[in-house]
């Protein structure tokens, strides 16, 4: 029996990777506020 959790790094990366934070604006507001890090 497969396991439920099937991991994709691209689709995560899309998802939730640095260029899908960059098409909204919450990094331009993180670096606003002053962040180190931005993304992870």
Request: charged fraction near 40%; charge should be positive; avoid cysteine.
């Amino acid at each position: 029996m497969k396991g439920t959790y099937q991991p994709n790094n691209r689709k995560k990366a899309k998802k939730h990777g640095f260029f899908a934070r960059n098409e909204s604006n919450v990094l331009k507001t993180r670096r606003k506020k002053g962040r180190k890090v931005l993304a992870r």
